[in-house]
T-cell receptor
Framework: DAMVIQNPRYQVTQFGKPVTLSCSQT?????MYWYQQKSSQAPKLLFH???????NEADTPDNFQSRRPNTSFCFLDIRSPGLGDAAMYLC?????????????FGPGTRLTVT | RKEVEQDPGPFNVPEGATVAFNCTYS??????FFWYRQDCRKEPKLLMS???SGNEDGRFTAQLNRASQYISLLIRDSKLSDSATYLC????????FGAGTTVTVRA
């Protein structure tokens, strides 16, 4: 019973070619998050949605955009991927964004940029 | 100074051993704390929340020391399946992740 689903699991894109990663959830959680995680590093929060309210982290590059058309789905768009954007992209959900609630992660999309 | 710091390890222990490690955090106003487990190339999964009075879940015990601003995780009777990276997560109005402590349990 997958609760947070990410597609695709592996994505290869060319330098500069736009790519979209998707996330869906069956938990009916209010908050959806996108993280970037590189090898041996902590997950880095890119942005999150509380319902339809978008919250961008100050150091998230403009190259990264997100859309949340409804409660269940959230997309991460990388407009012009660079080699440094190769990473695991994790989607997570939680009931609220006070941080007191646990986050549930999807399996991630591993992005390779060639 | 990083918001959340962990000893990266690795901690290599034999099956049945006890292993413990800490995580320090910089914001004294942090409200809640979690330990997540992450297997190689997989997503983080919640292991346990950390309560002020300390809490135990089977072989896992978590402690919080607010005065010294650290949390700890202790694993008793280690199993091979406990091999993973353990992420310390601290809520200071957003979740801040440590880079993880790697534990390897050998037969």
């Amino acid at each position: 019973d997958a609760m947070v689903i990410q597609n695709p699991r592996y994505q290869v894109t060319q330098f500069g070619k736009p790519v979209t990663l998707s996330c869906s959830q069956t938990l009916n959680h209010n908050v959806m998050y996108w993280y970037q995680q590189k090898s041996s590093q902590a997950p880095k929060l890119l942005f999150h949605y509380y319902d339809k309210d978008f919250n961008n982290e100050a150091d998230t590059p403009d190259n990264f955009q997100s859309r949340r058309p409804n409660t269940s789905f959230c997309f991460l768009d990388i407009r012009s991927p660079g080699l440094g954007d190769a990473a695991m992209y994790l989607c997570a959900t939680s009931r609220g964004d006070s941080g007191g609630y646990e986050q549930y992660f999807g399996p991630g999309t591993r992005l390779t940029v060639t | 100074r990083k918001e959340v710091e962990q000893d990266p390890g690795p901690f290599n222990v034999p099956e049945g051993a006890t292993v413990a490690f800490n995580c320090t955090y910089s914001n004294s106003a942090s409200q809640s704390f979690f330990w997540y487990r992450q297997d190689c190339r997989k997503e983080p999964k919640l292991l346990m929340s950390v309560y002020s009075s300390g809490n135990e879940d089977g072989r896992f015990t978590a402690q919080l020391n607010r005065a010294s601003q650290y949390i700890s995780l202790l694993i008793r009777d280690s199993k091979l399946s406990d091999s993973a990276t353990y992420l310390c997560v601290v809520n200071d109005y957003k979740l801040s992740f440590g880079a993880g402590t790697t534990v390897t349990v050998r037969a």
